[in-house]
């Protein structure tokens, strides 16, 4: 077993030691899952601004003449249509249509893009993209052990920029929701994104390595006026399931497809890719069970693995994520359930601990901002 001393360490470790975190081993990295309370950490980024590293993502580079077209045939998005500047979640799927991870892409030329995967798929997803890409005119680099990547979120987190480096602010003003540009941040050059996982607006910034624990303690300092706390994967869940977002290794693995998971909108069956023939024939039938958003009453929340129940006691379904949820003050769960049950106000039983709690089917996400 890897002690917590052994673990791959962010470029922000000694920042996290500095700030007091308790750490976990999160695939194969140390990384900190709260400083203080996981549960101040979580309303912070609600009302005010977060800091999260979130260095242990893997970065790839596809860069060359036939990049979108490599990414077309690797990928179920059609990502050949992003324009310049902008993201696109995708997936990327097995031959027989499950989900070997989520991820998103971002179009930085015409000619060249970065795909961010999960940490605790990093190393695959860089081989199989690599081999997907044969036979095409483009480069594919794992970027991944020079990136460090800082997530500022939260409805103060444009302010925290601002504050930063005052010069961003016409690019923030002009920055959609999944689009991306680079830019100058205290000083340091980066890849700003406006994206996130926690349902807020939001950004993420990409930067080498050595540059990352003065860009860190840079944004701590310009977020204090506005009461930004560093987080760390604790609240980054509870935040992610309120929001209704998959999470790797819960709502998708690879004996899940995407239609099953709700993922319907980013399969695209007008273009050839690895899963296509096999999503084809999926997408024409209807899947047993599908994603739904649960909320429970009191305060046991049914963890990942809690048995479903309905009419008369029978299994018709499994919990796939759950968990006390700090701003709704409920229990919340995500759950693969029989289709037949899956209409929002379908009131269903959950198994946790051996008793059984009442739940109903909800409409996802759970929270959404104003």
Not at 150 to 160: E, K, L, N, T
Request: charged share 20%.
């Amino acid at each position: 077993m890897t002690s917590i001393q052994e673990l791959v360490r962010t470029p922000l470790d000694a920042e996290h030691e500095r700030l007091g975190a308790t750490f976990t081993d999160f695939a194969g990295w140390r990384m900190p899952v709260r400083y203080d309370s996981e549960l101040a950490e979580h309303h912070s980024v609600r009302r005010s601004a977060g800091l999260f590293d979130l260095s242990h993502m893997g970065e790839i580079e596809y860069a060359g003449p036939q990049a979108a077209d490599a990414l077309d045939h690797a990928l179920a998005g059609a990502l050949s249509k992003v324009e310049v500047g902008r993201a696109k979640y995708s997936l990327l799927c097995a031959p027989d249509g499950g989900v070997l991870d989520d991820l998103v892409v971002y179009r930085l030329a015409d000619d060249r893009f970065l795909v961010v995967v999960n940490a605790s798929n990093a190393a695959q997803d860089a081989d199989e993209l690599i081999r997907r890409a044969e036979g095409f005119d483009v480069a594919v680099t794992d970027r991944s052990a020079a990136t460090a990547l800082i997530a500022v979120q939260g409805p103060r987190s444009p302010d925290v920029l601002r504050n930063a480096e005052p010069g961003v602010a016409t690019l923030l003003d002009g920055l959609r929701y999944y689009a991306s540009a680079q830019a100058t941040v205290a000083g340091i050059d980066v890849l700003l994104a406006r994206t996130g996982y926690t349902g807020e607006d939001g950004f993420e910034l990409y930067v080498p390595n050595a540059q990352a624990p003065a860009l860190w303690s840079a944004l701590l300092d310009s977020g204090e006026p506005f009461d930004l706390r560093p987080t760390g994967l604790a609240c980054r869940d509870t935040l992610r399931m309120e929001a209704g977002m998959a999470l790797y290794g819960h709502e998708l693995t690879a004996g899940t497809n995407p239609f099953a998971a709700g993922l319907r909108r980013v399969v695209a069956l007008d273009k050839q890719f690895v899963g296509h023939d096999a999503l084809a024939v999926l997408a024409s039938e209807e899947t047993p069970r599908v994603l739904v958003g649960l909320r429970g009453t009191g305060r046991r929340a049914g963890r990942a693995g809690a048995t479903v129940l309905g009419p008369d006691d029978a299994v018709v379904g499994v919990v796939s994520s759950g968990v006390l949820s700090p701003t709704l003050g409920m229990p919340i769960a995500l759950a693969f359930v029989d289709r037949a049950l899956a209409e929002p106000g379908t009131e269903l039983l959950v198994d946790v601990r051996g008793r059984s709690q009442p739940y109903a089917v909800a409409a996802l996400p759970f929270y959404q901002r104003a």
